[in-house]
Nanobody, 125 residues
Framework: QVQLVESGGGLVQPGGSLRLSCAAS????????MGWFRQAPGKERDFIAA????????YYADSVKGRFTISRDSAKNTVYLQMNSLNPEDTAVYYC??????????????????WGRGTQVSASS
């Protein structure tokens, strides 16, 4: 069993930055692919970014490419999402997720096995 806890959300002005953290429990965290998703009110949960078990392979949604960076520190059982140049369209609840199955990075939220409770990110003046 894996438990995921997100932190680092908040309110920033457009153009600002935030770094989200996702702390994981469980011995096998280092073998899981990790992803970040977001969900705005009245919308579906959308894929943002994912990273493989080694940290050597990452994948991003076009909407955040060049602005967001995903990374992981397996020694700390933590995954990060650095978010720069935030704009009002980035406002959503951000979720961390873990994919325990073998294979390539996937973007379908239904493929992920474990989820955190989310953290609110708001970009507004």
């Amino acid at each position: 069993q894996v438990q995921l806890v997100e932190s680092g959300g908040g309110l920033v002005q457009p153009g600002g930055s935030l770094r989200l953290s996702c702390a994981a429990s469980g011995r096998t965290f280092s073998s899981y692919r990790m992803g970040w998703f977001r969900q705005a009110p009245g919308k579906e949960r959308d894929f943002i970014a994912a990273i493989d078990w080694s940290g050597g392979s990452t994948y991003y949604a076009d909407s955040v490419k060049g602005r967001f960076t995903i990374s992981r520190d397996s020694a700390k059982n933590t995954v990060y999402l650095q978010m720069n140049s935030l704009n009002p369209e980035d406002t959503a609840v951000y979720y961390c997720a873990a994919d325990a199955k073998k294979g390539v990075i996937v973007t379908d939220p239904l493929r992920y096995d474990y989820w955190g409770r989310g953290t609110q990110v708001s970009a507004s003046s």
